[in-house]
Each structure stands twice: as C-alpha cells, then as structure tokens.
C-alpha cells in the first residue's frame, strides 16, 4: 500500500485517493485541432522510473494533486495541489 | 517407545491441564502447550498422511515451518482445514483430527498407493492421464477431467467446511515509529532500546509467548534472562502483540499484521486483520533449520535438531528415550546435551570430518557419544523411527557403516534465515558459503534486519545486533543520521558442512518437501527433462508450493538441483517470497465486510415509507431504490405495468433522490458550462432548466442530465444516480488540474435534497393541491422546462421544476431531505385521492422506452451522440469538452450503430434484452446490432425494446430484423422503428 502526503490532510493510505492520469499533459485549447487533442488524450509514455501523475483525495478534501511517483519503485517525490494558486496548510506554517 | 512427557521442567503450566478431542480420542494436555506438543506427549507420533502417497508423517518442527502435521481443526462451520498443529495454541476442548487418509491417519487404506510410489513422480498424472489416445482424440480435456476428480481425491490435503463460519473477523488500523518483528533477545533488545528513547515500538511475534529461542532454553541462565528481557520489554512501554504475524511488508513502511485471538467464549473475534504504518522496520525474524535429504527422512519421529529442544525445555517433552543426533554443523550438539541431561542415551552423527573438538570433548565428558565424518542414510522403521544406517564418507559418495537402535532422529541441516518479509519489499539475499545460507543485504530503505535472520548465531551477537538496531533506528528518526550500520554477521566458530544430501548407490525415498511428497529423484527428474530455472522446477515438481511455502525445503531443492546440474547453489537462483508469509484466512481478509457490510447502503429520507408502502428496492450504484410497489399477490411484470398505466392515465409520484445534484457557483459558472456541456448553458434564463449531455475528451457520451440557472451565478446541475460522483470528479477535476483560471465552484448537494417526480395528466391538479400558493403552476408562471421555489400547503419550502422524463405532463418536486417524508405523505394524499399511485424504476423503465429516452444502457461509453439519436444536442456555436474527437472519422461513419425502436413483427411475440439484432438471413457473429433495453408497452398494448442497430432506423426501414437469443428463446422476426415509440410529437409533455 502506498502512503501520499496530501498537502492539506496529511499522510493517508492510497485507498482514499484515487489516481487520475498522466500528470505531464497540457490539455489543448478546446476548439484545438482533432490532432492535437488526440496527442493529448491517446498518446502516453508507459514510463518505468519517475513519472509526474493526478490523483484525487477522493475520499478526504478531495483535492486534485500533482504527484511526483517512481512506478517501479512506488517511491513518492512530491505532492502538491494541482490548481496553482491553491495555498496549503504547510504553507502558511 | 516413542515421545513422552517429563514429570517436571518446561514453561508449560502443570496446574492448568486441558481436555482435547484427536481424532476421536479424549487427551489431556497442559496450558502452555501446542496441539502439536500435546500430541507428541501422548504418544501420538502419526498424525498425518502425506499429499500423494500417505505415507505417514510425525511433527516435524516446533513452528510455522513445519512440513508434516498438518490436521484439521475445529468442527462444523469453524471447520479449518490444512493447519500445522505446531501452531495450535491447545485450549480446553479443542477438537482435531488428521487428514487425507481412512479411517483415519494411523491405519489409511490411501497408504497402499506408496507402494506404487515409483510411478508417481512430478508430472506422472499429467504424463498419463492427460491427452491419451484413442480416448481423447479430439476430445480436447474432458477425460482428463473426469481422471481428474479421481485423483484430486486421493491426492489432498483437509477439507473446508461447506457452511458459513459463524465466528467474527476484524479488521484494524495501527500507527507505530517502529515495528519490531519478532520477540527473541534480537527483537526484544532492538525494541526495548528503541521505545527507552521515547519512540513508539509495536513489537509482534506469531508465538504465544515473548522470548523466541529463549523459550527452547532450559538452562537457568536462558530463563532468568528471558524473565529480564520480559520485564524490560514492559518497562519501556513496548506494545506487545502476541499471536500476531507480520505476513506482508508494503510500501511506505504499511505491514499487513494477522493477529489470533486465544480461544474464548466467543466475545472476542477469531482472528483480527491488521494495517500499520510505521516509520521504520526492524525484522528479528530469526532462521529456520534445515532438513537434510537421506534415506526415508519424513518417518514419524525424524524431526528438526531445534525442534527436539524446543520440546524438550518449552514443553517437557522427551522426543524418545534413544535419540541420534544428525548434524553438519554445531547446532545441533546443545541439543545432544539438553537431551542427555534429560535422561535420553544419545550419539550424536557429525558430518563434518574433523567433526567440532570443543563440543566434542564436552560431549564425551557427558557421556554422548560423538562419530565425527558420519550422516544419516537411511531411516528404518515404516511408521516410526526405529535404528538410523549410519554412513561414512567413501571419498565424495557415502557408504553404509553401521546400524543404530534409536527411535528420534533430530536433524540440523543447517540454518535459513527468515528473509521473506524484506524479500516482499524487493531485498535480494545473497548465497553466503560460509554460512551455507541465503543472507540478507542491507537494501532496502526503511528495513533493518537482526539477530539470526541476519546471520548472528550468537545470544551475544544476536543482543548486540538488535541493540545496535533501536539505538540506530532511534538516531535516524531524530533525523540525527541518515542510515546506520549494524555489526557485520559473526563467522560461525566451526564452518557449516555443506552437506545436503546422503545416498547410497541404492538410494530411497528421500524427500526434499515433504509437504508436497516432492523428493530429490523428483527434483532430477526436472532437471533431466529441462526444467532447470527455479521458476520451472518450482511449478513442474512442486516444490516449495505447499502450506510452509518452502520455509525448510527450498533451500534443500536448490543444492539438490545444483547438484544435478554440477553448479553452485547460488547459480540456480532463488524465487522471490511474496505475502503471506504464512496463510491468513479468507475470512480476516473479508473482515467484517460481508452480508450487508459488504458495501455501503444508500437510502432516500423517504425510504421507511416506501417501505410502509410495500416497495420492493432495487441496486441502483450504492443506493437502494424503489423498484415497484405490488398490490395484493400482483408479480413485478403485473406490477410495472399497472403502475405505468396509471401514470399515463392519471398521475404517479417516484422517488428520484438519488439523482447527482451538484451546486455550480461563481462569476464563471456560466463560461464554465458552457464548456463542458454540448449544448448551451451560459445564456439559460434565471428560473429555466435545459436538458444538457457532457461528453468525454474522446467525444463520447459520459453523462446526461438537466442543468437549472438558479441566478446569474448559480446553477444546479442534476446527473444520472450511477454516474452522479464520475461527473463531480471530472467537475472537479477541470477546475483544478485544467482551468484554475475560472472563479466556479462546485459542491455536491445529493444528499441536500429529497426529491419525487410527479408524472402524469393530473399531476398539475395533485401538486397545485399540495402548495400554499396553486396559481404558481399555471402554465404562464410554470411552463414546460421552467423551475420556480414555493411553499408547500404546510410551509416547508420546495422547488419544483417542471420537467419530464416520462413523457407526461410531470413535474420534481424537492425539499430539503428532512422533509423528505413530509414530502412523501403530502403528495401521496393527492396523488391516492385521484386514483393515483406511487411507481418505482421498473415503470419508470416503461415509460421512459416508450418515449426512447436513453439511460445508461444506452449512454454506454461507446455512444456517440449521433449514435444516440442526439446529434441536435451539440451547439455548433462553440467549443465544448468532446467537441474535438467527437469528430474523428471512424465515430462520424453512417454505418454505425444508431439508436432504434424494436416492435415485435407479431405484436403477441415478445424478446429479450441483451439479444443481438440481425438480418434473418445472417445470424451469426455479432449480428448487426443490439437490444439494450425491453419492456411491455401499456400504452402501446405491445413488448418494445430499444436497441442500436447498424445505419439507424433509415437503413431498415421495410427491411427484416430477427432478435437472436440461442441460449434463451431463439428467434424472433421484429420491425426497426423510429426509438421514440409513443407520443413522438411531445404533446402530453408540453401541455
């Protein structure tokens, strides 16, 4: 089981979180050309080592997350709110 | 002569006897005891018959290695099949019998199969019995599987109970600094320094008592320093959980614990399944004894060096009164001793040339006879040990030399560190020749591994080793230092023969795991017939695949197997251990989630009164929905039909709580809206609600529902029950990951609101009844698609949208959920007093078929919405989520499946959902569409389904259909109409 330090709750089990994608895409704009949006909804890395991912904290704040994982090595880098001007509790410690 | 009890010694509790049943037979043991030990002071030294060829098998260690005793225990539905009586804590009136033999484990007719031992080596039935001709030319398997339930028959283990357990499992969080695994000097010291520092340590071991080797101690020595470390152990605050087994390691130091309680009247559960987090990891695992493969090393009587001491000091039992010690190491000679002490005449059999000068010249000083370069050969004796052959060395072979009258054979083969639990988290141990065992590296983060299991052989070193481990762990989590180094594993004082097997030119059955009947001929069977990588030997012979999971005999396959092959232990490899290092039972792994915990229920406010209506509730996601409310002996066909007719002819309320309803707030909900649903929102009138659909990224239909403008900033959005928390995500998910310029908010506010739609020609008369204001639902207040907030006749606020899902005039109804109840009495007092009545999702089914409006059978994750007759629904003014790939060539195909009506060509005929449409001259493979949905037509007088077929309704028109269902009904001839069957035109709905 892995444990992900949610910015605003803390260290939880990964159950209650619950994945959401590949962390490196830019979504293009919507009125963008059937290309471009197949690019960024069909075309992924299948990355072995370090990979930048979504989750949810689903079942807490549910807030989106951006996380950094080694999907060999499950090891967890970093975890941040996705929305950028998002402040964390961490933060204003 | 075989094992018996002492009169005094041993940590067993003489003032506590218990009463137990083997099979059949009432015994007496004491507290303290293991089923195991009790039954060898009984006198009971076959207590099972082995896997393939019964043969008759004793106990075999003191632990969860054990390979021989397995028995079942308890009875009727606590029925526990396949357990190592090593393991069993005795209580009083505990029930256990053997297994896989009749009558029973002493005299088994199953033993008559050993005899033909010969033929049965690894992949015999296979080999035999699978594919023979002419049998089963072209017959594939099947008369394989008909051998098969014979032979399963007679090859097995125990068997379970077929009837529910009654007992309780739990399940259980913990949180800890430290877990300590294991509760022997290593463990306890590691755990003591550490929780005297002020961290908190969890200390678990699977016995039911602290002291680990300690325990196998008889001397004063041992004792007092077990008391010692006991009261330290208190005395730092350490939680101790006995009975308790570490079986997995997981990331980000998550240990999955299985705790077992005593037995008890039953207040407490069976077995309790455990999470912990920790920070760290101390594994004192210890190490397990090896066997050694000779001549008939599995008779009752034959059992590990250790093992022969443990219960000897633990348990006060004399493995016999002769006792041969066996050993290629110096292990075994504190054995020899403590037996000799007891009484027992002993020679101890070292393989080693030079044999161990020290211990030796104790040994004779004791009177033990000591015959240094000699090992056992063979065991004689066929239900128990009787004289052991003696070999001595002849060059690299080994020849018979002398004979011994004995009737305990203790074998110390060597030691195994227990390495399983790093192993889960991807350490790699490395083969040590010096120590003839698999070490542990130091590799993996969070994992500190002591005493034994870290090759340590000595109480001091073992002390040592787990000091230095919770003074280290102590300084790491102060965050004083990164890693820390533990003392390297002492040399053993005399080297390790690495000696595992002894044959003569005529050899005999010598069993590598016994536990699987997997022997050393078997083993070079594999080898001679190419299945020389660990993983193919492992799968081909067996071996290591049975309950102990290889805990003794993997090590013994491997030499065997290198041996073959003429390599190195380590170039054959090792397989990776994986969770559980023991087996946990399905019913801690279920925990309390069964029966009705098994998900959680979702009920309306409203649902004790639908109850009191006499609805029947149907799964709709978590949530339990009215189904349909029979009258008198009325079945649910009966039902739906009269209650969509009613709805049709007058009015009928249904409960739609469970509708997603989430709250869109801010300056941009409009914008934002706007981009996610197809159609357009941002310019929807205060107080008017739209049909809306929202498509994925690839341009499929995720999800429908209606969408209400509340004020220039605030929307509500209503989903379909199932896919109300995708479209919240996905909700969510925009507005943070993807445009976290926009100022919206959302918030789900299912639960705020308790909902019933009224549907039917009376239903403006029945609700303008229950209002404190009626003139709100004139049409000029209250046209089609408008919503308004009112009052009801009582004063409890509402919001009443008028909208249709039936095809009816209808409106829903919500109030705030306390008022859910209130809501339901009011409405149903009109609703009854018209002829009325309440309908569930059956009809609600009806009506919405006849009317084609799609739900989730159709809005299936492959519709387009042209698929779904919904092509109109996409504005082409603007970009929306969806807008892009909706356009990709292969979803914009006219001969894609498109959405249809289905009449039955002889309107009596009826068909079945799920059926493939075809051409009746082409019924075969996947047709040329698919029926999602039927349901009888009241209105129509008529069966109808909706379906998708290739082209649509055009492409068939005046063309013949055939429902294909082969399993079920067959054929079926059926007309391809337009999907909106009844009132196509909307004038019950707009009036």
Redesign the interface.
Same mark, same amino acid.
């Given at each position: /089981?892995?444990?992900i330090n949610c910015p605003f709750c803390g *260290?939880r089990?990964h159950i209650e979180f619950?994945y %959401?994608g590949d962390g490196s895409i830019s979504?293009?704009?919507?009125?963008? *050309?059937?290309e $471009?949006?197949?690019k960024?909804?069909?075309e992924r890395e299948n990355i072995a080592g370090r990979q930048s991912e979504?989750w949810?904290h689903?079942y807490g704040c549910? /807030?989106?997350l951006r996380v950094e994982r080694d999907t060999v090595? #499950? $090891?967890?880098f970093s975890v941040a709110?996705? #929305?950028? %001007? /998002?402040g964390t509790h961490e933060d204003s410690q | 002569m075989t094992a018996s009890r002492l009169t005094d010694g041993g940590l067993i509790d003489r003032q506590t006897p218990l009463t137990f049943r083997w099979e059949g037979k009432s015994l007496q043991g004491f507290k303290g005891d293991t089923l195991a030990s009790a039954l060898l002071a009984n006198g009971e030294s076959i207590v099972a018959r082995s896997f393939k060829y019964h043969r008759p098998r004793g106990v075999m260690s003191a632990g969860v290695e054990e390979a021989g005793a397995f028995g079942t225990i308890g009875e009727g539905g606590r029925t526990d099949p396949n357990v190592a009586l090593t393991t069993v804590e005795l209580h009083d009136g505990l029930v256990a019998r053997g297994q896989n033999a009749w009558p029973n484990v002493r005299w088994d007719i199953g033993a008559v199969l050993g005899m033909f031992g010969r033929f049965f080596s690894a992949g015999f039935y296979y080999k035999t019995f699978m594919g023979i001709p002419p049998f089963e030319s072209g017959r594939g398997t099947g008369v394989w599987m008909q051998y098969e339930k014979l032979i399963r028959r007679s090859a097995g283990m125990g068997t379970i109970a077929r009837l529910p357990d009654p007992d309780r499992y739990e399940h259980g969080n913990l949180h800890c600094d430290v877990l300590v695994v294991g509760s022997g000097v290593a463990g306890a010291s590691a755990a003591i320094a550490a929780a005297e520092a002020g961290l908190d340590v969890v200390l678990v071991e699977q016995d039911f008592s602290v002291g680990g080797e300690l325990l196998s101690r008889g001397d004063v020595k041992g004792r007092s320093k077990l008391q010692s470390l006991r009261k330290s152990i208190e005395a730092a605050g350490v939680r101790v959980m006995l009975r308790t087994t570490a079986f997995g390691l997981?990331? &980000? +130091?998550?240990v999955g614990l299985l705790e077992q309680f005593p037995y008890s009247s039953g207040m407490l559960p069976r077995q309790k399944l455990w999470?912990l987090?920790s920070q760290h990891v101390i594994l004192a695992t210890g190490a397990i004894e090896r066997p050694l493969a000779f001549g008939n090393n599995d008779r009752p009587g034959v059992m590990s060096a250790s093992a022969g001491r443990t219960y000897l000091n633990r348990y006060a039992v004399l493995p016999g009164r002769s006792v041969v010690v066996a050993t290629n190491n110096g292990s075994g000679y504190q054995t020899a001793f403590d037996l000799s002490a007891a009484g027992a005449s002993v020679t101890i059999i070292d393989s080693r040339p030079a044999g161990d000068r020290e211990l030796s010249d104790i040994a004779r000083g004791r009177n033990i006879d000591v015959q240094a370069g000699t090992a056992p050969l063979n065991v004689v004796g066929r239900r128990r040990v009787e004289a052991i052959e003696i070999a001595g060395r002849a060059g690299n072979a080994w020849a018979k030399k002398s004979t011994i009258t004995a009737n305990s054979l203790l074998v110390s083969g060597g030691w195994s560190p227990v390495v399983h639990l790093q192993s889960h988290r +991807?350490g790699r141990p490395v083969w040590n020749d010096q120590h003839q065992c698999f070490l542990p590296q130091a590799d993996v983060e969070g994992i500190t591994i002591v005493g034994s299991a870290a090759g340590h052989w000595s109480y001091a070193g073992c002390e040592a080793s787990g000091l230095a481990a919770g003074e280290g762990v102590v300084r790491k989590l102060k965050g004083e230092l990164v890693r820390f180094d533990l003392p390297a594993a002492s040399e053993p004082k005399t080297p390790v023969d690495p000696l595992f097997i002894i044959e003569s030119t005529h050899p005999k059955k010598s069993f590598v795991d016994p536990i699987n009947d997997v022997t050393i001929a078997d083993v070079r069977l594999a080898n001679q017939e190419g299945f020389i990588s660990v993983e193919h030997l492992k799968r081909y012979t067996t071996l290591g695949m049975g309950n102990d999971q290889g805990k003794t005999g993997n090590v013994l396959g491997l030499a065997v197997m290198a041996a073959a092959r003429g390599i190195d232990v380590p170039n054959v490899g090792t397989t990776r251990f994986r969770p559980p290092y023991t087996s946990i039972s399905l019913g801690a792994i279920a925990g309390e989630l069964t029966g009705t915990h098994f998900k959680p229920i979702r009920r309306t406010p409203m649902h004790d009164w639908h109850v009191s209506r006499g609805a029947k509730f149907i799964d709709a996601g978590l949530w339990h929905r009215t189904w349909y409310y029979p009258r008198n002996n009325e079945t649910l066909a009966d039902t739906y039909v009269r209650e969509a007719g009613t709805v049709r002819a007058k009015v009928g309320m249904c409960d739609v709580t469970s509708l997603g309803k989430i709250a869109v707030q801010g300056p941009d909900s409009g914008a934002f809206l706007d981009?996610v649903y197809t159609n357009a929102m941002a310019k929807l009138a205060v107080g008017k609600t739209r049909y809306g659909i929202m498509l994925r990224?690839?341009g499929i239909v995720m999800d429908d529902g209606t969408c209400w403008r509340v004020s220039e900033d605030e929307f509500l959005v209503t989903t379909t029950t199932t896919n109300a928390g995708k479209v919240m995500?996905f909700l969510?998910?925009l507005?943070?990951?993807?445009w !976290?310029d926009l100022k919206v908010h959302v918030t789900s506010v299912t639960d705020q609101w308790a909902g019933f739609s009224l549907a039917g020609p009376l239903s403006r008369e029945t609700l303008k009844a229950c209002l404190a204001d009626p003139d709100l639902l004139n049409t000029e207040n209250c046209p089609f698609m408008a919503f308004l907030d009112a009052k009801l006749a009582s004063g409890v606020p509402c919001r009443i949208a008028r909208i249709s899902f039936s095809g009816e005039l209808a409106y829903e109804v919500y109030v705030p959920s306390n008022f859910g109840a209130h809501l339901a009495e009011v409405l149903s007092r009109e609703v009854d007093a018209r002829g009325g009545c309440q309908y569930g999702l059956e009809a609600l089914g009806t009506l919405r078929i006849e009317k084609g409006h799609v739900t989730g059978a159709e809005l299936d994750g492959r519709t387009t919405l042209e698929d779904a007759g919904l092509a109109g629904m996409a504005s082409k003014k603007k !970009?929306?989520?969806g &807008?892009?790939?909706r356009?990709?060539p292969e979803l914009l195909k006219q001969d894609r499946a498109r959405l249809v009506g289905i009449f039955p060509k002889d309107r009596k005929a009826r068909f079945n959902a799920g059926s493939i449409l075809c051409s009746p001259n082409k019924v075969s493979g996947f047709g040329a569409g698919w029926i999602t949905a039927v349901t009888y037509s009241p209105a129509l007088g008529h069966w109808i389904g909706l379906g998708y077929i290739t082209g649509g309704k055009s492409e068939w028109v005046g063309k013949a259909a055939v429902a294909a269902d082969p399993v079920r009904d067959g054929l079926t001839d059926v007309e391809i109409v337009s999907p909106h069957m009844f009132d196509a035109e909307g004038v019950r709905m707009n009036g």
């Open positions: /089981m892995l444990r *260290s089990d619950a %959401g979504y293009p704009a919507l009125d963008a *050309s059937p $471009e949006w197949t960024a909804v069909f979504t949810q689903l549910r /807030m989106w090595t #499950h $090891e967890i709110p996705a #929305h950028p %001007g /998002m | 997981y990331e &980000s +130091g998550v999470t987090r +991807g981009r990224d690839d995500t969510e998910e507005l943070q990951v993807r !976290p !970009p929306f989520i &807008s892009a790939l356009n990709r």
